[in-house]
């Protein structure tokens, strides 16, 4: 996974890229008539492979299929130019004014301008309106930035994406997978249990056994006491068991008063913001629950953090939830109870994603379809 940290400067890099690749674009529908057909197609489909590649490295907006045409080149070309020189020109001049009113300011060299509205009538020194109307720019040329990479990807998805075929191909192996996904993980789940079972409820009943024996040849106070002891003991250990498998809090009280138990149980402070106002559907309540105490459990063991924060939210039919840790940091989707956790997320069309680069923060986010 990339950093997070670069993806302005790639966002940038990608917008850049995106006005000789629109001009080459328009080039080619000027030209493309004057050549054969074959021709044509070959050089029309290499340019929106071009495309494809440039959403895909500098906007992180992979878009397969076979589609896309001289139709997308055009209005990719129109938009991407356009948008482009919008952006470079609203960045420059955001800079010269700027420039000029850091300078007049440093200088004390300033005019006076007047402005003058309906009723209101305003004098004000050069510098200011310099620094006032080069951040009006910058901040707008920005937004700007983001709204033309959005209608990008739109566009690209709209014109050059997967045909129905490919789409139906494409669901049913996501299916195929995570079906074999959940498979997987059910299994993993089991022996987890078995080895909690195994190397704790099970040497505890032992060790019972073995003091309610030697108890039951002598009338000894001391051993009774032992055997009670390892009694509460096992019980302890079988009610932590079955809150590993599944805690009965998530159905009868909730999804807030299960986080709020895990919240108790860990050595580590956690804060949960929650959002929903309503009960969540049964599973994706579920899913909820394991991702955020799974990323939970990691942040105890491994990531030696201070504070753990779990936020969860509600907004436009998909609940998200996002845990964040200030660890170490280094864990990996594939690595550990996560990867039982993403197949478990994309079984419910859901998306998993965990951003923990080395030194920390980390932050596992899933999202999920509420319908």
């Given amino acids: 996974m990339r950093p997070a940290t670069n993806v302005p400067l790639r966002r940038a890099v990608g917008l850049l890229a995106g006005m000789p690749t629109g001009l080459a674009g328009i080039g080619w529908i000027c030209l493309a008539p004057a050549v054969g057909p074959a021709r044509a197609r070959r050089v029309t489909a290499a340019l929106v492979r071009l495309e494809r590649t440039r959403l895909a490295t500098w906007y992180d907006h992979p878009v397969g299929g076979g589609r896309g045409g001289r139709a997308y080149l055009a209005l990719r070309g129109l938009l991407g130019t356009l948008g482009g020189y919008l952006t470079i020109t609203g960045l420059f001049v955001g800079v010269l004014f700027l420039y000029g009113g850091a300078r007049e300011l440093v ?3 300033s005019d006076l301008i007047p402005l003058r509205f309906p009723g ?4 004000g020194s050069s510098w200011a309106y310099g620094l006032v109307l080069g951040l009006v720019a910058l901040a707008a040329s920005i937004w700007w930035s983001t709204r033309l990479i959005a209608m990008e990807r739109h566009l690209a998805d709209r014109f050059a994406g997967p045909d129905r075929s490919e789409a139906m191909a494409r669901r049913i192996a996501e299916l195929t997978a995570s079906r074999s996904g959940i498979v997987r993980a059910v299994d993993d789940e089991r022996r987890r249990i078995e080895r909690d079972l195994h190397d704790g409820v099970q040497q505890r009943g032992v060790a019972l056994a073995m003091l309610l024996g030697r108890a039951r040849h002598r009338a000894d106070p001391v051993l009774l006491d032992q055997a ?3 009694c509460r003991l096992l019980l302890d250990e079988l009610r932590d068991v079955a809150w590993q498998v599944y805690p ?6 909730g999804l807030h008063a299960a986080l709020a138990e ?25 899913a909820v629950y394991f991702v955020a105490r799974e990323a939970i459990t990691n942040a105890n063991k491994h990531a030696g953090a201070g504070t753990i924060v779990v936020d969860l939210r509600l907004e436009q039919g998909e609940a998200t939830v996002t845990i964040s840790d200030d660890g170490r940091g280094g864990a990996a989707e594939d690595g550990g109870g996560l990867s039982g956790l993403a197949r478990r997320v994309r079984a419910l069309d859901g998306t998993f994603d965990v951003d923990s680069p080395p030194g920390g923060p980390t932050k596992v986010t899933a999202r999920l379809p509420c319908g």
């Fill in 107 to 109: 200088s004390g060299d």
């Fill in 262 to 286: 895990v919240a108790d149980r860990s050595a580590v402070p956690v804060t949960i913001e929650y959002g929903p106002a309503v009960r969540l559907a049964s599973e994706i309540e579920t």
């Fill in 248 to 253: 009965t809090a998530l159905d009868s009280l």
């Fill in 228 to 230: 009670y002891t390892e």
């Fill in 120 to 123: 209101v009538h305003l004098t």
